[in-house]
C-alpha cells in the first residue's frame, strides 16, 4: 500500500503564493505518477496538475503559468507551488498517485483564498 500526507494549506490573500507538500511512504518504488488534485464545494474533484516519471507533466488550463508540480523522488516527496493565487483556486487540494496496482489519495488539505 501506498500512504500520501499532504501539508502545506491555508489561507492567502489574491495574489499570494503556497507551496504544497505530498509525503508519500510504503510501497512508494511501485509510484508511475504523482499529482495534485482540487475539489470545491459543489464541484466534482479536478486534475490541476499530474507527472509522469520519466514522462510530460500536465496542467489544468486555469492554472498554467502560476502553478508548478517538481518531485524529490529521493525524499519520496512532490510540489505543488502556487503563485498568483486566486479566489477561484479556493478548494482542498489532494495528492494523488499512481502506481501499478492502484489510485491513491491523500486526505485533502484546505487552500482558501480570499479576495
Known amino acids: 500500500q501506498v500512504q500520501l500526507a499532504e501539508s502545506g494549506g491555508g489561507l492567502v490573500q489574491a495574489g499570494g503564493s503556497l507551496r504544497l507538500s505530498c509525503a508519500a511512504s510504503?510501497?512508494?518504488?511501485?509510484?508511475?505518477?504523482m499529482g495534485w488534485y482540487r475539489q470545491a464545494p459543489g464541484t466534482q474533484r479536478e486534475m490541476v496538475a499530474r507527472m509522469v516519471l520519466g514522462g510530460n507533466i500536465d496542467y489544468t488550463d486555469a492554472v498554467r503559468g502560476r502553478f508548478a508540480i517538481s518531485t524529490n523522488r529521493a525524499r519520496n516527496q512532490w510540489y505543488l507551488q502556487m503563485n498568483s493565487l486566486q479566489p477561484e483556486d479556493t478548494a482542498v487540494y489532494y495528492c494523488n498517485a499512481v502506481s501499478s496496482w492502484s489510485n491513491h489519495w491523500g486526505q485533502g488539505t484546505q487552500v482558501t483564498v480570499s479576495s
Open positions: 510504503g510501497r512508494t518504488a511501485g509510484i508511475r505518477a
